[in-house]
């Protein structure tokens, strides 16, 4: 007798059931980091969580809880940065001044310009290196801490350490001007 397929393995959650179960620290993540970015009036805190809700929802399953606040990492860092480039076409170039990057965790808010330009910067580092983008979304977008980032990416908080270190030097050496 022929053995009989197995039947498909469930999802583990869908992403609604995530964000059911994940929402309250969803919210207070994306309140930081808008609190970070200078509260743009265009984005609110509910609105930042759901546009990164709208750009994974179509995920069918999530390997695990980990897998999702990755993807909501990532999803955050692209509304943020669209958002910034938003409001830079309205202003057609009236950005301010460079920002080093480690001036960035002590601003209230960060200029349009200078997301853009991190943004671009991080495109660039992901050609040579796609885990320290995964870091610096983990880390500055939507603001986990070493352990948090290291749970999410499953990673050693040694490693997450040096390649934070890594990144910020990186984008340092990147984002000077001239």
Not at 56 to 68: G, K, L, Q, V
Request: proline fraction near 6%; include cysteine; charge should be positive.
């Amino acid at each position: 007798m022929p053995s009989q397929p197995l039947p498909p393995t469930p999802p583990l959650e869908t992403s609604s059931e995530l964000i059911d179960l994940l929402y309250a620290d969803l919210k207070r993540l994306a309140r930081r980091e808008r609190a970070r970015m200078g509260r743009p009036a265009t984005l609110q805190t509910t609105a930042l969580i759901h546009e990164a809700y709208l750009k994974i929802h179509n995920n069918p399953s999530w390997t695990d809880r980990d897998h999702f606040l990755r993807a909501v990492a990532k999803a955050m860092r692209h509304v943020l940065v669209d958002a910034a480039r938003a409001r830079l076409r309205l202003r057609r170039g009236a950005g301010q001044e460079n920002l080093p990057l480690e001036a960035a965790a002590d601003v209230q808010g960060m200029p349009d310009r200078s997301v853009v330009e991190l943004n671009d910067a991080l495109e660039q580092l992901g050609v040579l290196d796609s885990r320290l983008v995964q870091v610096v979304e983990c880390r500055f977008f939507a603001g986990f801490t070493d352990e948090q980032t290291a749970q999410a990416l499953k990673l050693s908080d040694r490693t997450v350490r040096r390649d934070w270190e890594k990144a910020r030097a990186w984008l340092y050496r990147e984002l000077q001007p001239g």
